[in-house]
T-cell receptor, first 113, second 112 residues
């Protein structure tokens, strides 16, 4: 997988607690994305980043925040986890406006109990 | 939302047959991409077709794009058991083409 590491790979957390997922890339790609995947919904875009400190909302951004203080790291924070945020979260990167192909991490399985 | 929708949701074929999956979307696009996901893994890029292209080939893959109908199809010829996976289309908006929206996918099962 193209130099993308997601951590943790699995997490169980309690309702109401904050959770941070990390995506780290070694490709120096400009664009980074967070998606969630749920049965019957495919992948839905949560937030994405087009540069350091430049982020934008996706389709399902409520309850999530992101930060990108360095090119290589993109953090996704669930401010107060709810059971509806139980999902598999994928980070993706893409290089620039020309190539636009996205490379995906292995995913983080999050369970909120 | 300009999310793509794949059809059918599931497809089961015998090895050696061709598999065709369709994707429809809602708004004008810069490009459309197809990805494969093996069970429990991340997505892998297969092929990209731009809005000014009508057909593209890559190995056993053939993709068509009809912007007037806002639809695309992915054809896998001479399928193999290893092609068993879920396939997703992703669209990139004409005004923000680094923001990808995925459909719900087609689950392909190729029986040996």
């Amino acid at each position: 997988d193209a130099g993308i590491t997601q951590s943790p790979r699995h997490k169980v957390t309690e309702t109401g607690t904050p959770v941070t997922l990390r995506c780290h890339q070694t490709e120096n790609h400009r664009y980074m994305y967070w998606y969630r995947q749920d049965p019957g919904h495919g992948l839905r875009l949560i937030h994405y980043s087009y540069g350091v400190k430049d982020t934008d909302k996706g389709e399902v951004s409520d309850g999530y925040s992101v930060s990108r203080s360095k090119t290589e790291d993109f953090l996704l924070t669930l401010e107060s986890a709810t059971s509806s945020q139980t999902s598999v979260y994928f980070c993706a990167i893409s290089e620039d406006e020309i190539s636009t192909e996205a490379f995906f991490g292995q995913g983080t399985r999050l369970t909120v109990v | 939302s300009q999310q793509g929708e794949e059809d059918p949701q599931a497809l089961s074929i015998q090895e050696g047959e061709n598999a065709t999956m369709n994707c429809s979307y809602k708004t004008s696009i810069n490009n459309l991409q197809w990805y494969r996901q093996n069970s429990g893994r991340g997505l892998v890029h297969l092929i990209l077709i731009r809005s000014n292209e009508r057909e593209k080939h890559s190995g056993r893959l053939r993709v068509t794009l009809d912007t007037s109908k806002k639809s695309s199809s992915l054809l896998i010829t001479a399928s193999r058991a290893a092609d068993t996976a879920s396939y997703f289309c992703a669209t990139a908006a004409i005004y923000n083409f680094n923001k990808f929206y995925f459909g719900s996918g087609t689950k392909l099962n190729v029986k040996p």
